[in-house]
């Protein structure tokens, strides 16, 4: 099917995909960048509702930021700072994503960013 095509059958649907809110062009990455050059966003914008989100940010973690990275076993990782592990933001974003969740009810899709925890 052509991207017109696909418009068509799409028009006046509201097909709502979550997207990190650093592949929207948003400046909410760790060291105060975004993402939004390294997908076809526009494309993707066309044929979708998109809803960013940023853990990160949503516990509070400020723009710029000290990085955090997932570590431990896999069925259990920890959310730490990369530079200081014993500040540890797994309860804070486990809590974040139990209040989003809900809210998340109506979305059909996600596209996360590469290597983000």
């Given amino acids: 099917m052509t991207p017109a095509e696909l418009q068509r ?3 006046g649907r ?8 650093c ?3 948003r400046s909410v990455r ?7 050059d ?4 526009h ?3 066309q044929l979708f509702t998109l809803v960013g989100l940023c853990p990160e940010v949503g516990i509070g973690m400020g723009v710029p930021r000290d990085p955090i990275q997932l570590v431990g076993k896999a069925s259990a990782p920890r959310a730490v700072a990369a530079e200081n592990p014993e500040l540890d933001y797994t309860d804070r974003l486990q809590a974040y994503a139990c209040e989003v969740a809900s ?3 109506g979305v059909h899709g996600y ?6 925890p």
Avoid: C, K
């Fill in 23 to 25: 592949l929207l062009g």
């Fill in 9 to 11: 059958v799409l028009a």
């Fill in 43 to 45: 494309r993707v914008e």
């Fill in 30 to 36: 760790w060291n105060g960048e975004h993402n939004g």
């Fill in 14 to 21: 509201s097909i709502r995909v979550a997207a990190s809110e």
């Fill in 111 to 116: 596209i996360f960013a590469d290597r983000s």
């Fill in 38 to 41: 390294v997908w076809p966003r």
């Fill in 103 to 105: 809210t998340l009810a």
